[in-house]
Protein backbone atom coordinates (compact mmCIF):
# COMPACT_ATOMS: atom_id res chain seq x y z
CA UNK A 1 0.00 0.00 0.00
CA UNK A 2 1.47 3.24 -1.02
CA UNK A 3 0.82 6.94 0.20
CA UNK A 4 0.42 8.88 -2.71
CA UNK A 5 0.96 12.94 -1.87
CA UNK A 6 4.45 14.59 -2.06
CA UNK A 7 6.47 11.51 -3.56
CA UNK A 8 8.62 11.36 -0.29
CA UNK A 9 6.43 9.54 1.73
CA UNK A 10 7.06 5.89 2.42
CA UNK A 11 5.59 2.89 1.42
CA UNK A 12 3.86 1.07 3.88
CA UNK A 13 4.07 -2.99 4.82
CA UNK A 14 1.29 -4.32 6.10
CA UNK A 15 2.00 -6.69 8.98
CA UNK A 16 -1.25 -8.46 6.99
CA UNK A 17 -2.61 -8.47 11.04
CA UNK A 18 -6.21 -6.22 10.83
CA UNK A 19 -5.84 -5.11 13.88
CA UNK A 20 -2.43 -4.45 13.92
CA UNK A 21 -2.40 -2.36 10.69
CA UNK A 22 -5.23 -0.33 12.11
CA UNK A 23 -3.15 0.72 15.15
CA UNK A 24 -0.40 1.06 12.49
CA UNK A 25 -2.59 3.13 9.87
CA UNK A 26 -1.86 1.15 7.50
CA UNK A 27 0.96 -0.94 8.53
CA UNK A 28 5.26 -0.74 9.13
CA UNK A 29 6.79 1.62 6.94
CA UNK A 30 9.17 0.01 4.23
CA UNK A 31 13.04 -0.53 5.37
CA UNK A 32 12.19 0.67 9.01
CA UNK A 33 14.04 -1.38 11.83
CA UNK A 34 11.07 -1.94 14.21
CA UNK A 35 11.85 -3.78 18.06
CA UNK A 36 9.13 -5.96 18.69
CA UNK A 37 9.43 -6.14 22.80
CA UNK A 38 7.91 -8.21 25.55
CA UNK A 39 8.57 -11.00 28.17
CA UNK A 40 8.46 -14.34 27.34
CA UNK A 41 5.37 -15.98 26.66
CA UNK A 42 4.29 -12.68 25.63
CA UNK A 43 4.01 -13.99 22.03
CA UNK A 44 6.50 -11.86 19.89
CA UNK A 45 7.83 -15.24 18.00
CA UNK A 46 3.81 -15.93 17.19
CA UNK A 47 3.43 -12.47 16.25
CA UNK A 48 6.62 -12.26 13.93
CA UNK A 49 6.02 -15.59 12.49
CA UNK A 50 2.55 -14.25 11.41
CA UNK A 51 3.71 -11.18 9.86
CA UNK A 52 6.48 -13.07 7.87
CA UNK A 53 4.02 -15.75 6.87
CA UNK A 54 1.50 -13.08 5.65
CA UNK A 55 4.17 -11.00 4.27
CA UNK A 56 5.30 -14.13 2.17
CA UNK A 57 1.47 -14.74 0.94
CA UNK A 58 1.31 -10.71 -0.51
CA UNK A 59 4.03 -11.55 -2.69
CA UNK A 60 7.31 -10.54 -0.07
CA UNK A 61 10.08 -12.63 0.53
CA UNK A 62 11.62 -13.19 4.20
CA UNK A 63 14.45 -14.04 6.50
CA UNK A 64 14.22 -15.09 9.53
CA UNK A 65 17.27 -15.54 11.52
CA UNK A 66 17.75 -16.97 15.53
CA UNK A 67 20.31 -16.17 17.75
CA UNK A 68 19.83 -18.76 20.38
CA UNK A 69 16.37 -18.75 20.90
CA UNK A 70 13.93 -21.47 20.24
CA UNK A 71 14.89 -24.16 17.22
CA UNK A 72 13.17 -23.89 14.18
CA UNK A 73 12.00 -27.11 14.56
CA UNK A 74 10.64 -26.63 17.48
CA UNK A 75 8.96 -23.43 16.46
CA UNK A 76 8.13 -24.73 13.09
CA UNK A 77 6.09 -27.36 15.08
CA UNK A 78 4.30 -25.43 17.04
CA UNK A 79 3.28 -22.99 14.31
CA UNK A 80 2.10 -26.19 12.00
CA UNK A 81 -1.74 -25.71 14.22
CA UNK A 82 -1.69 -22.32 13.14
CA UNK A 83 -4.32 -21.13 10.21
CA UNK A 84 -1.78 -18.48 8.57
CA UNK A 85 1.25 -21.30 8.76
CA UNK A 86 2.06 -22.66 5.26
CA UNK A 87 4.71 -25.33 4.96
CA UNK A 88 5.07 -24.10 0.62
CA UNK A 89 6.33 -21.22 1.68
CA UNK A 90 9.39 -22.83 3.25
CA UNK A 91 12.40 -22.54 2.01
CA UNK A 92 11.44 -20.81 -1.27
CA UNK A 93 10.08 -17.43 0.66
CA UNK A 94 10.84 -17.96 3.48
CA UNK A 95 14.28 -18.60 4.97
CA UNK A 96 14.93 -19.97 8.44
CA UNK A 97 18.64 -19.30 9.79
CA UNK A 98 19.95 -19.17 13.15
CA UNK A 99 23.07 -16.86 14.02
CA UNK A 100 24.94 -18.26 16.80
CA UNK A 101 27.82 -19.06 15.99
CA UNK A 102 28.62 -16.35 13.66
CA UNK A 103 28.09 -14.23 17.02
CA UNK A 104 30.07 -16.03 18.89
CA UNK A 105 33.06 -16.63 16.42
CA UNK A 106 32.78 -13.10 14.06
CA UNK A 107 30.29 -10.74 17.19
CA UNK A 108 28.10 -8.15 15.99
CA UNK A 109 29.95 -7.51 12.75
CA UNK A 110 29.58 -10.76 11.94
CA UNK A 111 25.88 -10.20 12.60
CA UNK A 112 25.26 -7.30 10.64
CA UNK A 113 27.40 -9.17 7.46
CA UNK A 114 24.91 -12.27 7.47
CA UNK A 115 22.07 -9.82 7.83
CA UNK A 116 23.02 -8.20 4.60
CA UNK A 117 23.83 -11.30 2.86
CA UNK A 118 20.30 -12.80 3.61
CA UNK A 119 18.68 -10.22 2.57
CA UNK A 120 20.25 -9.78 -0.96
CA UNK A 121 20.82 -13.74 -0.95
CA UNK A 122 17.16 -14.72 -0.59
CA UNK A 123 15.90 -11.06 -2.40
CA UNK A 124 14.35 -10.54 1.54
CA UNK A 125 11.30 -7.67 1.62
CA UNK A 126 11.06 -8.85 5.26
CA UNK A 127 14.17 -10.06 8.04
CA UNK A 128 13.38 -10.87 11.38
CA UNK A 129 16.21 -11.24 14.13
CA UNK A 130 15.14 -13.04 17.08
CA UNK A 131 17.19 -12.92 19.95
CA UNK A 132 17.80 -9.64 19.25
CA UNK A 133 18.54 -8.62 23.54
CA UNK A 134 21.53 -11.14 23.01
CA UNK A 135 22.81 -9.69 20.58
CA UNK A 136 23.00 -6.93 23.03
CA UNK A 137 24.95 -9.25 25.91
CA UNK A 138 27.76 -9.98 23.31
CA UNK A 139 28.24 -5.89 22.76
CA UNK A 140 31.59 -4.96 24.17
CA UNK A 141 29.98 -1.66 25.18
CA UNK A 142 27.12 0.42 24.77
CA UNK A 143 28.75 2.29 21.80
CA UNK A 144 29.56 -0.68 20.04
CA UNK A 145 25.60 -1.49 20.59
CA UNK A 146 24.55 1.19 19.18
CA UNK A 147 26.95 1.15 16.35
CA UNK A 148 25.36 -2.61 15.59
CA UNK A 149 21.99 -1.13 15.56
CA UNK A 150 22.75 1.98 12.99
CA UNK A 151 24.34 -0.10 10.91
CA UNK A 152 21.34 -2.98 10.97
CA UNK A 153 19.23 0.41 10.05
CA UNK A 154 21.90 1.89 7.12
CA UNK A 155 21.47 -1.68 5.78
CA UNK A 156 17.61 -1.89 5.57
CA UNK A 157 17.54 1.53 4.47
CA UNK A 158 20.02 0.70 1.67
CA UNK A 159 18.23 -2.64 0.42
CA UNK A 160 14.48 -1.48 1.17
CA UNK A 161 14.24 -4.38 3.67
CA UNK A 162 11.92 -3.93 6.87
CA UNK A 163 13.41 -5.46 9.67
CA UNK A 164 12.01 -6.50 12.94
CA UNK A 165 13.99 -7.06 16.14
CA UNK A 166 12.79 -9.55 18.66
CA UNK A 167 13.57 -9.20 22.24
CA UNK A 168 12.94 -9.84 26.01
CA UNK A 169 13.44 -6.43 26.84
CA UNK A 170 16.39 -4.33 28.51
CA UNK A 171 15.94 -3.97 32.30
CA UNK A 172 16.99 0.11 31.22
CA UNK A 173 14.82 2.59 31.53
CA UNK A 174 15.27 3.94 27.57
CA UNK A 175 17.64 1.46 26.51
CA UNK A 176 19.32 3.16 23.28
CA UNK A 177 18.45 0.98 20.61
CA UNK A 178 14.80 2.62 21.70
CA UNK A 179 16.10 5.78 20.48
CA UNK A 180 17.40 4.83 18.03
CA UNK A 181 14.91 2.46 16.18
CA UNK A 182 11.94 3.78 13.92
CA UNK A 183 9.50 1.94 16.30
CA UNK A 184 8.87 -0.19 18.98
CA UNK A 185 6.00 -2.62 19.51
CA UNK A 186 5.55 -3.85 22.96
CA UNK A 187 3.80 -7.14 24.17
CA UNK A 188 2.27 -7.60 27.87
CA UNK A 189 0.40 -10.15 29.50
CA UNK A 190 -1.03 -8.43 32.48
CA UNK A 191 -2.51 -10.06 35.97
CA UNK A 192 -5.86 -8.72 37.25
CA UNK A 193 -6.83 -10.18 39.89
CA UNK A 194 -7.59 -14.23 38.59
CA UNK A 195 -7.51 -13.50 34.81
CA UNK A 196 -5.09 -11.97 32.83
CA UNK A 197 -5.31 -9.95 29.52
CA UNK A 198 -2.69 -9.57 27.04
CA UNK A 199 -1.77 -5.93 25.40
CA UNK A 200 -0.26 -4.56 22.46
CA UNK A 201 1.35 -1.07 22.73
CA UNK A 202 3.10 0.70 20.05
CA UNK A 203 5.59 2.65 22.14
CA UNK A 204 7.22 4.37 18.72
CA UNK A 205 6.18 4.90 15.52
CA UNK A 206 8.36 7.43 13.64
CA UNK A 207 7.28 8.85 11.03
CA UNK A 208 3.47 7.78 11.39
CA UNK A 209 0.35 8.43 13.30
CA UNK A 210 -0.80 5.39 15.12
CA UNK A 211 -3.41 4.27 17.71
CA UNK A 212 -2.26 5.15 21.08
CA UNK A 213 -2.36 3.10 24.56
CA UNK A 214 -2.54 -0.27 25.47
CA UNK A 215 -4.89 -2.59 22.16
CA UNK A 216 -5.85 -5.88 23.67
CA UNK A 217 -5.23 -9.40 22.08
CA UNK A 218 -5.93 -12.91 22.03
CA UNK A 219 -3.46 -15.95 20.57
CA UNK A 220 -5.48 -18.50 18.69
CA UNK A 221 -5.29 -20.90 16.36
CA UNK A 222 -5.19 -17.67 13.67
CA UNK A 223 -2.41 -16.20 15.50
CA UNK A 224 -2.65 -13.01 17.52
CA UNK A 225 -6.20 -11.59 16.92
CA UNK A 226 -5.88 -7.88 18.14
CA UNK A 227 -8.73 -5.44 18.68
CA UNK A 228 -7.98 -2.13 18.73
CA UNK A 229 -8.71 -0.19 21.95
CA UNK A 230 -12.28 0.99 20.88
CA UNK A 231 -12.67 4.50 22.57
CA UNK A 232 -9.03 5.22 19.92
CA UNK A 233 -10.06 3.14 16.87
CA UNK A 234 -13.45 5.23 16.49
CA UNK A 235 -12.75 8.34 18.59
CA UNK A 236 -14.63 9.46 15.43
CA UNK A 237 -17.30 7.95 14.00
CA UNK A 238 -15.75 6.01 10.03
CA UNK A 239 -18.53 7.03 8.59
CA UNK A 240 -20.43 10.33 8.20
CA UNK A 241 -24.17 10.25 7.51
CA UNK A 242 -27.16 12.71 7.42
CA UNK A 243 -29.59 11.99 10.25
CA UNK A 244 -33.04 12.91 9.68
CA UNK A 245 -35.17 11.78 12.76
CA UNK A 246 -37.39 8.94 12.12
CA UNK A 247 -39.30 6.08 14.42
CA UNK A 248 -39.26 3.02 14.95
CA UNK A 249 -41.60 0.45 16.62
CA UNK A 250 -40.48 -1.01 20.15
CA UNK A 251 -42.53 -3.98 19.03
CA UNK A 252 -45.40 -2.97 21.77
CA UNK A 253 -47.53 -0.77 20.36
CA UNK A 254 -48.72 0.58 23.81
CA UNK A 255 -44.77 1.19 24.44
CA UNK A 256 -44.77 3.28 20.93
CA UNK A 257 -47.59 4.96 22.33
CA UNK A 258 -46.25 5.55 25.63
CA UNK A 259 -43.07 6.73 23.90
CA UNK A 260 -44.69 9.66 21.33
CA UNK A 261 -45.05 7.18 18.23
CA UNK A 262 -41.79 4.38 18.90
CA UNK A 263 -38.66 4.38 20.01
CA UNK A 264 -36.12 7.10 18.21
CA UNK A 265 -34.58 5.40 15.42
CA UNK A 266 -30.54 5.25 14.97
CA UNK A 267 -30.63 6.28 19.21
CA UNK A 268 -29.50 3.90 22.00
CA UNK A 269 -31.92 3.21 24.56
CA UNK A 270 -31.25 1.72 28.13
CA UNK A 271 -33.98 -0.79 29.50
CA UNK A 272 -33.31 -1.18 33.03
CA UNK A 273 -34.61 -3.14 36.07
CA UNK A 274 -33.93 -5.52 38.32
CA UNK A 275 -33.64 -9.48 37.11
CA UNK A 276 -36.78 -11.21 35.83
CA UNK A 277 -38.42 -8.38 34.91
CA UNK A 278 -38.92 -8.54 31.38
CA UNK A 279 -35.85 -7.04 29.99
CA UNK A 280 -34.75 -9.54 27.45
CA UNK A 281 -38.63 -10.54 27.07
CA UNK A 282 -38.72 -6.31 25.55
CA UNK A 283 -35.65 -6.96 23.49
CA UNK A 284 -37.21 -9.89 21.71
CA UNK A 285 -40.25 -8.42 20.96
CA UNK A 286 -38.04 -5.41 19.66
CA UNK A 287 -36.56 -7.50 17.46
CA UNK A 288 -39.40 -9.84 16.43
CA UNK A 289 -40.51 -6.63 13.92
CA UNK A 290 -37.22 -7.11 12.35
CA UNK A 291 -37.32 -7.73 8.18
CA UNK A 292 -35.44 -7.49 5.30
CA UNK A 293 -35.23 -3.66 5.40
CA UNK A 294 -34.66 -3.89 9.08
CA UNK A 295 -32.33 -6.38 9.99
CA UNK A 296 -31.85 -7.19 13.80
CA UNK A 297 -29.26 -8.41 15.61
CA UNK A 298 -29.32 -10.24 19.30
CA UNK A 299 -26.01 -9.56 20.93
CA UNK A 300 -25.74 -11.27 24.60
CA UNK A 301 -23.60 -12.81 27.05
CA UNK A 302 -25.89 -15.10 28.93
CA UNK A 303 -29.25 -16.99 27.28
CA UNK A 304 -28.12 -19.53 24.54
CA UNK A 305 -29.67 -19.59 21.35
CA UNK A 306 -31.61 -22.36 22.04
CA UNK A 307 -32.71 -20.90 25.13
CA UNK A 308 -33.77 -17.72 23.68
CA UNK A 309 -35.71 -19.08 20.59
CA UNK A 310 -37.53 -21.17 23.07
CA UNK A 311 -38.29 -18.26 25.29
CA UNK A 312 -39.80 -16.23 22.43
CA UNK A 313 -41.51 -18.86 21.27
CA UNK A 314 -43.38 -18.89 24.24
CA UNK A 315 -43.85 -15.00 23.89
CA UNK A 316 -45.60 -15.59 20.38
CA UNK A 317 -42.08 -14.72 18.63
CA UNK A 318 -40.65 -16.99 15.76
CA UNK A 319 -37.35 -16.29 16.09
CA UNK A 320 -36.51 -19.40 14.44
CA UNK A 321 -38.35 -18.18 11.27
CA UNK A 322 -36.92 -15.05 11.40
CA UNK A 323 -33.26 -16.43 11.19
CA UNK A 324 -34.21 -18.46 8.44
CA UNK A 325 -35.70 -15.49 6.66
CA UNK A 326 -32.03 -13.89 7.50
CA UNK A 327 -33.99 -10.58 9.81
CA UNK A 328 -32.42 -11.54 12.84
CA UNK A 329 -29.02 -12.78 13.87
CA UNK A 330 -28.11 -14.20 17.17
CA UNK A 331 -25.14 -13.75 18.48
CA UNK A 332 -24.14 -15.59 21.59
CA UNK A 333 -20.48 -14.61 23.61
CA UNK A 334 -20.96 -16.46 26.91
CA UNK A 335 -19.12 -14.84 29.61
CA UNK A 336 -15.57 -16.40 29.58
CA UNK A 337 -12.16 -14.38 28.62
CA UNK A 338 -13.09 -12.30 26.17
CA UNK A 339 -11.70 -8.64 26.70
CA UNK A 340 -14.17 -5.47 26.36
CA UNK A 341 -12.44 -4.08 23.08
CA UNK A 342 -13.11 -7.90 21.25
CA UNK A 343 -16.62 -7.68 22.70
CA UNK A 344 -16.84 -4.01 21.52
CA UNK A 345 -15.58 -4.87 17.81
CA UNK A 346 -17.60 -8.18 17.51
CA UNK A 347 -21.09 -5.79 18.42
CA UNK A 348 -19.51 -2.65 15.45
CA UNK A 349 -18.71 -5.85 13.10
CA UNK A 350 -21.83 -7.39 13.38
CA UNK A 351 -23.57 -4.21 12.37
CA UNK A 352 -21.44 -3.15 10.10
CA UNK A 353 -21.53 -6.55 8.20
CA UNK A 354 -25.43 -6.93 7.75
CA UNK A 355 -26.47 -3.24 7.74
CA UNK A 356 -28.22 -4.07 11.66
CA UNK A 357 -30.96 -1.85 12.57
CA UNK A 358 -32.17 -3.17 15.35
CA UNK A 359 -29.65 -4.31 17.67
CA UNK A 360 -30.74 -5.60 21.21
CA UNK A 361 -27.41 -5.67 23.86
CA UNK A 362 -28.38 -8.08 26.57
CA UNK A 363 -26.70 -6.46 28.44
CA UNK A 364 -24.46 -4.03 29.78
CA UNK A 365 -23.35 -6.30 32.90
CA UNK A 366 -21.66 -8.31 30.29
CA UNK A 367 -19.32 -5.79 28.86
CA UNK A 368 -19.19 -3.97 31.76
CA UNK A 369 -17.41 -7.19 33.65
CA UNK A 370 -14.85 -7.78 30.74
CA UNK A 371 -13.60 -4.69 31.37
CA UNK A 372 -10.30 -5.11 33.30
CA UNK A 373 -10.70 -1.10 33.90
CA UNK A 374 -14.14 -0.38 35.04
CA UNK A 375 -13.20 3.47 34.78
CA UNK A 376 -12.95 2.98 30.86
CA UNK A 377 -16.67 2.43 30.61
CA UNK A 378 -18.60 5.43 30.12
CA UNK A 379 -16.04 6.34 27.55
CA UNK A 380 -16.03 3.27 26.02
CA UNK A 381 -19.68 2.96 25.94
CA UNK A 382 -19.90 6.59 24.56
CA UNK A 383 -17.46 5.63 21.46
CA UNK A 384 -19.56 2.56 21.16
CA UNK A 385 -22.75 4.43 20.78
CA UNK A 386 -21.22 7.25 18.27
CA UNK A 387 -20.12 4.39 16.24
CA UNK A 388 -23.30 2.54 16.00
CA UNK A 389 -25.37 5.22 15.63
CA UNK A 390 -23.34 6.08 12.43
CA UNK A 391 -23.89 2.81 11.32
CA UNK A 392 -27.22 3.70 11.64
CA UNK A 393 -28.43 1.13 14.48
CA UNK A 394 -30.88 1.48 16.58
CA UNK A 395 -30.02 0.11 20.27
CA UNK A 396 -31.66 -1.55 22.96
CA UNK A 397 -29.25 -2.27 25.57
CA UNK A 398 -30.39 -3.98 29.19
CA UNK A 399 -29.50 -2.81 32.22
CA UNK A 400 -29.72 -4.91 35.44
CA UNK A 401 -30.51 -3.13 38.62
CA UNK A 402 -28.84 -4.75 41.98
CA UNK A 403 -32.41 -4.00 44.07
CA UNK A 404 -35.25 -6.02 43.11
CA UNK A 405 -37.14 -4.27 45.88
CA UNK A 406 -36.82 -1.34 46.83
CA UNK A 407 -35.63 2.71 45.87
CA UNK A 408 -34.30 3.03 42.41
CA UNK A 409 -30.67 2.35 41.95
CA UNK A 410 -28.48 4.21 40.25
CA UNK A 411 -28.12 3.19 36.67
CA UNK A 412 -25.02 0.78 36.28
CA UNK A 413 -21.72 3.26 34.98
CA UNK A 414 -21.18 7.02 36.03
CA UNK A 415 -22.11 9.54 33.40
CA UNK A 416 -24.66 6.69 31.73
CA UNK A 417 -28.04 8.48 31.80
CA UNK A 418 -26.07 11.40 29.54
CA UNK A 419 -25.31 8.14 27.42
CA UNK A 420 -28.36 7.04 26.29
CA UNK A 421 -30.93 9.11 24.62
CA UNK A 422 -33.48 6.83 26.04
CA UNK A 423 -34.16 5.15 29.13
CA UNK A 424 -36.76 2.95 30.07
CA UNK A 425 -37.32 1.75 33.43
CA UNK A 426 -38.78 -1.38 34.53
CA UNK A 427 -39.85 -2.06 38.23
CA UNK A 428 -41.21 -4.34 40.75
CA UNK A 429 -43.57 -2.99 43.38
CA UNK A 430 -45.44 -4.20 46.15
CA UNK A 431 -48.74 -3.53 46.04
CA UNK A 432 -52.19 -5.18 48.06
CA UNK A 433 -49.99 -8.11 49.03
CA UNK A 434 -49.04 -8.36 45.41
CA UNK A 435 -45.65 -8.17 43.17
CA UNK A 436 -46.64 -6.32 40.20
CA UNK A 437 -44.70 -4.85 37.38
CA UNK A 438 -44.61 -1.03 36.78
CA UNK A 439 -42.99 0.40 33.38
CA UNK A 440 -42.43 4.19 32.81
CA UNK A 441 -40.37 5.83 30.51
CA UNK A 442 -37.71 8.57 32.21
CA UNK A 443 -36.13 10.03 29.09
CA UNK A 444 -36.70 10.17 25.84
CA UNK A 445 -33.98 12.97 24.33
CA UNK A 446 -35.91 15.47 21.97
CA UNK A 447 -39.19 14.33 22.21
CA UNK A 448 -42.25 14.34 24.43
CA UNK A 449 -43.11 11.10 25.78
CA UNK A 450 -45.66 9.95 28.21
CA UNK A 451 -44.39 9.85 32.02
CA UNK A 452 -46.98 8.40 33.71
CA UNK A 453 -46.32 4.98 35.37
CA UNK A 454 -48.01 1.72 33.83
CA UNK A 455 -48.31 -1.76 35.16
CA UNK A 456 -47.81 -4.53 32.92
CA UNK A 457 -47.89 -8.40 32.94
CA UNK A 458 -46.08 -10.69 30.69
CA UNK A 459 -48.13 -13.36 28.70
CA UNK A 460 -48.59 -15.52 25.80
CA UNK A 461 -48.41 -12.35 23.80
CA UNK A 462 -45.59 -11.01 25.52
CA UNK A 463 -45.77 -7.34 27.45
CA UNK A 464 -49.13 -5.87 27.80
CA UNK A 465 -49.12 -2.38 29.40
CA UNK A 466 -51.87 -1.59 31.27
CA UNK A 467 -53.53 2.00 31.98
CA UNK A 468 -51.83 4.85 33.93
CA UNK A 469 -51.48 4.06 37.65
CA UNK A 470 -53.69 6.86 38.72
CA UNK A 471 -54.16 6.86 42.48
CA UNK A 472 -51.45 4.67 43.11
CA UNK A 473 -48.16 6.52 44.70
CA UNK A 474 -44.29 5.76 45.35
CA UNK A 475 -44.77 2.83 43.07
CA UNK A 476 -40.78 3.14 41.90
CA UNK A 477 -40.29 2.86 45.65
CA UNK A 478 -41.52 -0.76 45.29
CA UNK A 479 -43.49 -0.16 47.97
CA UNK A 480 -46.86 1.27 46.52
CA UNK A 481 -49.80 2.63 48.17
CA UNK A 482 -53.08 4.41 47.46
CA UNK A 483 -52.71 7.88 48.25
CA UNK A 484 -53.18 8.76 51.90
CA UNK A 485 -55.70 11.66 52.24
CA UNK A 486 -54.40 13.87 55.73
CA UNK A 487 -57.55 15.44 57.47
CA UNK A 488 -57.86 18.30 59.23
CA UNK A 489 -58.28 16.95 62.76
CA UNK A 490 -55.95 14.12 62.32
CA UNK A 491 -52.88 16.76 61.22
CA UNK A 492 -53.48 18.62 64.22
CA UNK A 493 -52.94 15.19 66.53
CA UNK A 494 -49.63 14.15 64.71
CA UNK A 495 -51.25 11.40 63.02
CA UNK A 496 -52.16 10.24 59.46
CA UNK A 497 -55.10 8.49 58.25
CA UNK A 498 -55.21 6.42 55.22
CA UNK A 499 -58.07 7.31 53.07
CA UNK B 1 35.38 -46.22 12.62
CA UNK B 2 33.69 -44.45 9.99
CA UNK B 3 33.42 -40.44 10.35
CA UNK B 4 29.92 -38.51 9.73
CA UNK B 5 30.23 -34.96 9.19
CA UNK B 6 27.30 -33.14 10.89
CA UNK B 7 26.92 -29.48 9.07
CA UNK B 8 23.89 -27.49 10.86
CA UNK B 9 23.79 -23.55 11.89
CA UNK B 10 21.78 -24.68 15.30
CA UNK B 11 24.07 -25.55 17.72
CA UNK B 12 21.69 -27.53 19.99
CA UNK B 13 20.73 -29.50 16.73
CA UNK B 14 24.84 -30.30 15.82
CA UNK B 15 25.04 -31.06 19.97
CA UNK B 16 22.25 -33.63 20.03
CA UNK B 17 23.23 -35.24 16.91
CA UNK B 18 27.35 -35.26 17.79
CA UNK B 19 26.47 -37.00 21.33
CA UNK B 20 23.85 -40.00 19.57
CA UNK B 21 26.43 -40.37 16.63
CA UNK B 22 29.28 -41.02 19.04
CA UNK B 23 27.03 -43.75 21.57
CA UNK B 24 27.28 -45.75 18.09
CA UNK B 25 30.07 -45.77 17.29
CA UNK B 26 31.29 -43.18 14.96
CA UNK B 27 33.54 -40.52 14.68
CA UNK B 28 32.03 -37.19 13.68
CA UNK B 29 33.13 -33.57 12.56
CA UNK B 30 30.97 -30.46 12.83
CA UNK B 31 30.37 -27.14 10.90
CA UNK B 32 27.89 -24.86 11.04
CA UNK B 33 27.00 -23.96 7.00
CA UNK B 34 28.07 -24.98 3.69
CA UNK B 35 30.83 -22.77 3.61
CA UNK B 36 32.66 -24.44 6.79
CA UNK B 37 31.87 -27.87 5.65
CA UNK B 38 33.75 -27.11 2.10
CA UNK B 39 36.57 -26.34 4.72
CA UNK B 40 36.43 -29.53 6.79
CA UNK B 41 36.02 -31.94 3.85
CA UNK B 42 39.18 -30.40 2.55
CA UNK B 43 40.72 -31.14 6.18
CA UNK B 44 39.43 -34.56 6.85
CA UNK B 45 37.68 -36.43 4.40
CA UNK B 46 34.52 -38.14 5.94
CA UNK B 47 32.61 -41.42 5.14
CA UNK B 48 28.81 -39.30 4.72
CA UNK B 49 27.81 -35.73 5.39
CA UNK B 50 24.68 -35.22 7.26
CA UNK B 51 23.47 -31.99 6.39
CA UNK B 52 20.86 -29.38 7.06
CA UNK B 53 19.19 -27.41 4.31
CA UNK B 54 18.34 -23.37 5.58
CA UNK B 55 21.90 -22.56 6.93
CA UNK B 56 23.45 -18.97 6.27
CA UNK B 57 26.10 -18.41 3.83
CA UNK B 58 25.78 -21.58 2.21
CA UNK B 59 23.08 -23.51 2.10
CA UNK B 60 22.52 -27.70 1.73
CA UNK B 61 21.41 -27.53 -1.86
CA UNK B 62 24.98 -25.14 -2.23
CA UNK B 63 26.98 -27.79 -0.31
CA UNK B 64 25.91 -31.12 -2.37
CA UNK B 65 26.60 -28.78 -5.70
CA UNK B 66 30.15 -28.37 -4.67
CA UNK B 67 30.77 -31.98 -3.35
CA UNK B 68 29.05 -33.45 -6.44
CA UNK B 69 31.66 -31.04 -8.50
CA UNK B 70 34.73 -31.55 -6.73
CA UNK B 71 35.80 -35.49 -7.56
CA UNK B 72 37.68 -36.00 -4.53
CA UNK B 73 34.23 -35.70 -2.77
CA UNK B 74 31.68 -36.98 -5.56
CA UNK B 75 31.06 -40.20 -3.83
CA UNK B 76 30.46 -38.85 -0.08
CA UNK B 77 26.82 -39.77 0.61
CA UNK B 78 24.45 -36.96 1.99
CA UNK B 79 21.87 -37.06 4.08
CA UNK B 80 19.79 -33.85 3.87
CA UNK B 81 17.72 -32.46 6.78
CA UNK B 82 15.56 -30.01 6.95
CA UNK B 83 12.06 -28.84 9.01
CA UNK B 84 10.85 -28.05 5.41
CA UNK B 85 9.23 -31.18 3.18
CA UNK B 86 11.32 -32.72 1.00
CA UNK B 87 9.18 -31.75 -1.83
CA UNK B 88 9.51 -28.08 -0.83
CA UNK B 89 13.57 -28.80 -1.44
CA UNK B 90 13.76 -31.51 -4.44
CA UNK B 91 13.77 -28.58 -7.23
CA UNK B 92 16.75 -27.11 -5.21
CA UNK B 93 18.09 -30.81 -4.67
CA UNK B 94 20.23 -33.15 -6.43
CA UNK B 95 22.60 -36.15 -6.11
CA UNK B 96 21.88 -36.33 -2.25
CA UNK B 97 21.22 -40.09 -1.28
CA UNK B 98 18.41 -39.77 1.54
CA UNK B 99 16.48 -37.00 3.31
CA UNK B 100 15.46 -36.75 6.73
CA UNK B 101 12.74 -34.42 7.71
CA UNK B 102 13.24 -32.49 11.05
CA UNK B 103 12.14 -33.56 13.68
CA UNK B 104 13.15 -36.72 13.97
CA UNK B 105 14.10 -39.95 16.11
CA UNK B 106 17.95 -41.21 16.59
CA UNK B 107 17.00 -44.22 15.78
CA UNK B 108 15.67 -43.51 12.35
CA UNK B 109 18.86 -41.80 11.74
CA UNK B 110 21.26 -44.44 12.75
CA UNK B 111 19.39 -46.90 10.79
CA UNK B 112 19.36 -44.28 7.78
CA UNK B 113 23.17 -44.27 8.00
CA UNK B 114 23.74 -47.98 8.78
CA UNK B 115 21.58 -48.76 5.94
CA UNK B 116 23.63 -46.46 3.17
CA UNK B 117 26.90 -47.88 4.63
CA UNK B 118 25.41 -51.36 4.02
CA UNK B 119 24.73 -50.71 0.15
CA UNK B 120 28.10 -48.90 -0.31
CA UNK B 121 29.81 -51.68 1.13
CA UNK B 122 27.82 -54.22 -0.78
CA UNK B 123 26.61 -52.51 -3.82
CA UNK B 124 23.99 -54.30 -6.16
CA UNK B 125 25.28 -56.60 -8.90
CA UNK B 126 24.15 -54.94 -12.02
Not at chain 1, 385 to 413: D, W
Request: negative net charge; aromatic residues 6%.
Amino acid sequence: MTQHGTGLELERVPTGIAGLDRILCGGLLRGGVYIIEGVPGTGKTILANQICFDHVAAGGRVAFVTVLAESHTRMLQHLQPMTFYHEDAIPDRLYYVSAFRILEHEGLKGIVDLLRREIKGHQATLVVLDGFGTTEESASSPREFKKFVHEIQSHAAALDCTVLLLTNGSEREVSPEYTMVDGMIQLADTLYDQRTERTLQVAKFRGSDFLPGRHSFRITCQGLEIFPRVEAAFALPTVRNEYSPHRQSSGIASLDAILGGGLLAETSIGIYGPTGIGKTTLGLQYLARSSAAELGTFFGFFESPERLRARAQTLGVDLRGLERQGAVELIWYPQGEHTLDELGHQIIEAVRRRGVKRLFIDGYTGLAESATNPERMTRFVSTLGNELRALKATVLISMESRNILGTAAELPSKGMSSLLEGLILLRYTELEGRIRRVVSVTKIRDSGFDPQLREFEITERGIEIGEPMHGIEAALSGFAREPRVVQPHDRSQGRLRED
Amino acid sequence: MRTVLVVDDEFGTVEVLVAALEDAGYRTLTAANGRRALERLEENKPDLVLSDFMMPLMDGAALVAAMRAAPAFRDIPVIMMSAAPEAALRKHLDGYEAFLRKPFRVPALLAMIAAIFARRADPPQS
